[in-house]
């Protein structure tokens, strides 16, 4: 025996269509009372178990009557996820228990598919925002992070971040708002936010704000803003180089200012794209062509104003160290004065215009000759007063020394006094000299062999020519030399003592 209850909110099990005409008349008559029974008790459910009765007029969904959009896609999509079940119609409970009591067993693959297919199809283009978590940095072209706030957190991917990059750097801690859809990875069974890059940037600050600061720091902690780097602009520039449009008031207003103050000097336009795509490239390239010219003594790097959409050529990295990498000095003039740039930070000097720069870049010429020519009169002038000092000078020297030839006598004493003075001192020092070398001759004679031979003594030298000292030293028969104070002798040795 089965009890049921009627849950779906139909007015009964049976189909209205087969109640007899007297039935609906009491239905009709009784519709409040039944209508709060079925409040009660909206769907046949067997007591048993058993499946769910199908519903001859089944309940609008939330999307339909209530706005709950989501909610009745949901439901429809999940159909497949239910078990079998008897759809006859008109049947008000299940004729076959056991067949309707086994569910449909579904593999995994099939089931991830189906969340899979709704997620994507559902979730297709979703703005998001959350704070960043878990960056590990640039992995080949990707970038694999995630977004989270207070309670949950949800993997993102932005794909081909090399060839559409960021232009800021994400960092944890940061908060974004981004588009993207909903990615399922079956194999993983996770689901991922994958995020379009031209549709991501800080929440708050503005993307470019943002990566205008972070590479403003990064490239000041490497010390290519620092005084100690500016080189100074030269006074006198015989060739000016010029990297901007080769259109526009910029590059009009640039010429006519350094052609007005200067006209002859020479100016050579590297003409390049100041915004959009590929313009950093550009300039950053034609910086370096300018240095392999041996003639050129500044660039002006510059444009003119506009939005920092317009003006973030300028701010690329690109464009900064080549400014740094410059052997030229270089001349910042980008937008109006108050339009800052990471080249203006970079570069050996900022102008607020590209008229200010070609301003700073040369003197007026009327001027400069006016300059010189003062220059001229005042070096005159002082030469004058040098000559005339020293002639005034030259004056009081002469009053001082008076008449050359009344002092003529007195110097001619003087000199013959020094004469007689010095040949005394010369033939006292010839006397004092010649007593010591007879002294040190007679000392020598003193000491000298040939003056004890003097007194009668000989020496008596062997057959090899050295004097004997020893007898023992000769046999009978033996050459002797004697030397005398005047001549020597031979001699033979006869016998020995």
């Known amino acids: 025996m089965k009890s049921q209850l009627d849950i779906f909110g139909a007015d009964g099990a049976a189909d209205e269509g087969a109640q007899k005409p007297g039935a609906r008349q009491k239905r009709a008559r009784g519709e409040g009372k039944r209508t709060h029974e079925v409040k009660k008790a909206p769907m046949l459910v067997d007591a048993f178990g058993a499946e769910q009765a199908p519903s001859p007029h089944p309940s609008p969904s939330r999307g339909e009557g209530e706005g709950g959009g989501d909610q009745g896609i949901a439901s429809s999509s999940f159909d497949g996820l239910r078990a079998p079940r008897n759809d006859t119609q008109g049947s008000t409970h299940v004729s076959d228990p056991e067949a309707a009591s086994t569910p449909r067993i579904f593999t995994i693959s099939e089931i991830t598919n189906l969340i899979k297919d709704h997620l994507e199809s559902e979730f297709i283009d979703v703005w998001v925002s959350g704070e960043v978590t878990d960056?590990?940095?640039?992995?080949?072209?990707?970038?694999?992070?995630?977004?989270?706030?207070?309670?949950?957190?949800?993997?993102?991917?932005?794909?081909?971040?090399?060839?559409?990059?960021?232009?800021?750097?994400?960092?944890?801690?940061?908060?974004?708002?981004?588009?993207?859809?909903?990615?399922?990875?079956?194999?993983?069974?996770?689901?991922?936010?994958?995020?379009?890059?031209?549709?991501?940037?800080?929440?708050?600050?503005?993307?470019?704000?943002?990566?205008?600061e972070q590479l403003k720091k990064r490239l000041e902690a490497e010390g290519l803003f620092a005084r100690e780097r500016k080189r100074a602009i030269p006074y006198l520039p015989r060739r000016i180089g010029i990297i901007t449009a080769p259109t526009g008031a910029a590059v009009r207003d640039m010429i006519h200012v350094l052609t007005r103050r200067f006209p002859n000097i020479e100016i050579l336009l590297h003409p390049v794209r100041v915004q959009g795509e590929g313009a950093a490239a550009e300039i950053a390239d034609a910086i370096a062509a300018m240095n392999y010219l041996s003639d050129i003594d500044v660039l002006i790097v510059g444009r003119g104003g506009g939005s920092i959409e317009d003006l973030w050529a300028f701010n690329e990295e690109a464009v900064a160290r080549a400014i740094a990498a410059?052997?030229?000095?270089?001349?910042?003039?980008?937008?109006?004065?108050?339009?800052?740039?990471?080249?203006?930070?970079?570069?050996?000097?900022?102008?607020?215009?590209?008229?200010?720069?070609?301003?700073?870049?040369?003197?007026?010429?009327?001027?400069?000759?006016?300059?010189?020519?003062?220059?001229?009169?005042?070096?005159?002038?002082?030469?004058?007063?040098?000559?005339?000092?020293?002639?005034?000078?030259?004056?009081?020297?002469?009053?001082?020394?008076?008449?050359?030839?009344?002092?003529?006598?007195?110097?001619?004493?003087?000199?013959?006094?020094?004469?007689?003075?010095?040949?005394?001192?010369i033939r006292v020092a010839a006397d004092r000299r010649e007593q010591q070398l007879a002294k040190l001759m007679s000392n020598l004679d003193h000491l000298s062999p040939l003056g004890v031979l003097a007194k009668g003594y000989a020496v008596v030298e062997g057959p090899d020519g050295r004097a004997v000292r020893d007898s023992s030293s000769l046999k009978v028969g033996d050459s002797l030399g004697i030397r005398f104070s005047k001549g020597s002798a031979r001699t033979k040795v006869t016998g020995i003592d």
């Open 135 to 212: 960056f590990r940095g640039r992995n080949g072209k990707h970038l694999y992070f995630a977004l989270k706030d207070e309670s949950c957190k949800i993997r993102a991917i932005i794909f081909g971040a090399a060839g559409r990059p960021l232009p800021f750097q994400l960092e944890d801690g940061l908060k974004l708002i981004c588009r993207g859809r909903l990615n399922v990875y079956g194999p993983q069974g996770s689901y991922s936010l994958i995020i379009d890059p031209e549709h991501c940037e800080p929440e708050g600050l503005g993307a470019l704000k943002l990566a205008f």
């Open 326 to 425: 410059s052997r030229i000095p270089v001349i910042s003039a980008v937008g109006h004065e108050i339009d800052f740039t990471i080249s203006d930070f970079v570069a050996d000097l900022r102008a607020a215009t590209p008229s200010a720069a070609a301003e700073l870049a040369v003197p007026v010429r009327e001027e400069l000759v006016r300059t010189i020519a003062d220059y001229r009169e005042r070096l005159a002038a002082g030469l004058k007063r040098i000559l005339e000092n020293r002639w005034l000078v030259l004056k009081r020297a002469e009053g001082r020394l008076g008449d050359p030839g009344r002092r003529l006598p007195d110097l001619m004493l003087r000199v013959d006094g020094m004469r007689e003075r010095i040949s005394n001192a």
